[in-house]
């Protein structure tokens, strides 16, 4: 295994572990929370949240492991001597994790931010978006928490 290999393995493993750390904390931390407040103040602090997590240092984590999981899967296609499938397999579960984020989470994220906080029947809104978001949410930090594994062991 050469040096380049190690490094982008390493970093799509580490991509793929802070993704599914901050998937995590949402889950476990974050929408707890807002589930105890009132919905224009969840829908509200959710919005902020959204257009906060637009920003270089969660973009750089995301996109930066997504980049390096094709980086893996194109150099593994390239190469004389690919790589095992255990890596290939956590190369691809982590872009799974960017395609369950791009397809769901953001398409919710998208449709709360053009949700009124002071709206009639928030509560319903809100409750079918923390229910949808979350499966996704969980479905994507399990994804990520996989990739990690998988990226972990074709190291050694």
């Known amino acids: ?13 580490l991509g793929a572990g802070l993704a599914a750390g901050v998937y995590l904390a949402f889950s476990f931390l974050v929408l707890p929370a807002f589930r105890t407040l009132p919905a224009a103040a969840a829908v509200s602090a959710m ?7 637009v920003r270089a240092p969660f973009m750089t984590v995301f996109f ?10 194109v150099l593994h296609l390239t ?4 790589a095992g499938p255990t890596r290939i397999l956590g190369a691809v579960l982590a872009l799974a ?25 928030l509560m319903a809104t809100w409750q ?24 972990i062991f074709s190291l050694t």
């Open 47 to 53: 919005q902020r949240i959204n257009v906060s997590a």
């Open 128 to 151: 079918s978006f923390d229910r949808s978001w979350s499966r996704a949410n969980y479905a994507r930090a399990t994804v990520s928490v996989a990739a990690l594994i998988a990226l």
């Open 79 to 82: 190469s004389d001597a690919p």
């Open 64 to 73: 930066g492991g997504a980049a390096a999981s094709v980086a893996v899967i």
């Open 1 to 13: 295994m050469s040096a380049v290999e190690i490094a982008l393995t390493i970093a799509a493993a």
């Open 97 to 121: 994790a960017v395609v369950i984020t791009v397809v769901r989470n953001v398409p919710l994220n998208n449709a709360l931010v053009r949700i009124d906080a002071n709206a009639p029947g």
